[in-house]
């Protein structure tokens, strides 16, 4: 099973339910999305992929008072399993919060993942540290702009990536610069360099690849795991980022629902009751015999006894 969980789409149209809302954000898609939407999953199913992520982008602070849900009304498709995912953007106004609050968690759970983009050093210790932490509003995915400047505006220091792997979250790389034709050669150098930098700071481990572009900019997943050699990953990192880890990133998004990351509620599990085993009554006569050597065995024993007190008398 090959993912790519970042797969941008935008309703040009969005028609509102019979009870429309702000704050739950339900919508249903127009004919003229809903195709464009179905001939982007064709492509997909095509190239392989079995599990995909409609990606709605936020910038700055999550407000679930101002946002409104584009994704809640897509319906499933047979053959692919579509998750639905919030990115927020962390820029400097996000700094004294980003919105990822317990109060906004009824707003939050609407998505199957979140991720975050941090563009400042304290947005990205904060993505690290503080958001990738087990509870019902943790972030899962880091992801970064690679191709908007040489380099990233903060240094990925080592303490910070171990910890926020060890807390679950991965780290991605969105391919969609590289492939694109009117992306310009400064955008593919800075997308280059920023991205072996990552791979460098991550040693490989906690990655994960994705599109991040239109249904022309996607690859099939052989393609990106040769990507993933060319920018530092071995072989079978390169194969982990688009399977394995992915798949761990969904079952910890799982946790979310739940209380203190607990993956299932604990069920009691009755089983059968082993059968009762019964020994078979003996016979009258070997009741008897047993009896007999019983008996035979005391009066031997008896016998040795008194031969001894008499042979210590003498």
Wanted: aromatic share 6%; charged share 20%.
């Amino acid at each position: 099973m090959f993912y790519d969980l970042n797969v941008p789409f935008q309703p040009t149209a969005p028609l509102q339910t019979d009870q429309p809302s702000i704050s739950d954000g339900l919508v249903r898609l127009s004919a003229k999305d809903q195709a464009k939407l179905d001939a982007q999953l064709d492509i997909l199913i095509h190239l392989g992929y079995t599990v995909i992520a409609l990606n709605q982008t936020v910038t700055g602070v999550f407000n679930p008072k101002m946002h409104r849900n584009t994704l809640q009304g897509i319906r499933t498709r047979e053959g692919i399993v579509i998750l639905r995912r919030l990115t927020i953007i962390l820029t400097e106004e996000s700094e004294k919060g980003s919105g990822l609050v317990t109060s906004n968690f009824d707003a939050l759970k609407a998505y199957d993942l979140i991720a975050l983009c941090p563009t400042t050093p304290t947005t990205f210790q904060h993505a690290c540290l503080t958001y990738s932490v087990a509870s019902p509003i943790t972030a899962h995915i880091i992801t970064f702009d690679l191709q908007a400047n040489q380099r990233l505006p903060f240094f990925m220091k080592l303490s910070l990536v171990r910890t926020a792997i060890k807390n679950g979250a991965v780290f991605e790389i969105r391919y969609c610069t590289i492939v694109k034709k009117n992306a310009g050669e400064r955008a593919r150098r800075n997308w280059w360099i920023n991205a072996k930098d990552v791979v460098r700071a991550t040693g490989g481990k906690g990655l994960i690849f994705a599109g991040g572009g239109l249904e022309s900019e996607v690859r099939a997943p052989t393609d990106v795991i040769n990507l993933g050699t060319l920018l530092g990953c071995k072989q079978d990192q390169a194969h982990h980022a688009m399977t394995s880890t992915t798949k761990s990133l969904m079952l910890r998004a799982q946790t979310r629902q739940t209380y203190r990351a607990v993956l299932s509620q604990p069920r009691l599990i009755l089983t059968t009751s082993p059968p009762i085993i019964t020994l078979a009554k003996k016979r009258p006569l070997e009741e008897e015999e047993e009896s007999k050597e019983s008996v035979r065995g005391a009066e031997s024993k008896g016998g040795k006894r008194s031969s001894n007190k008499k042979r210590s008398q003498l």
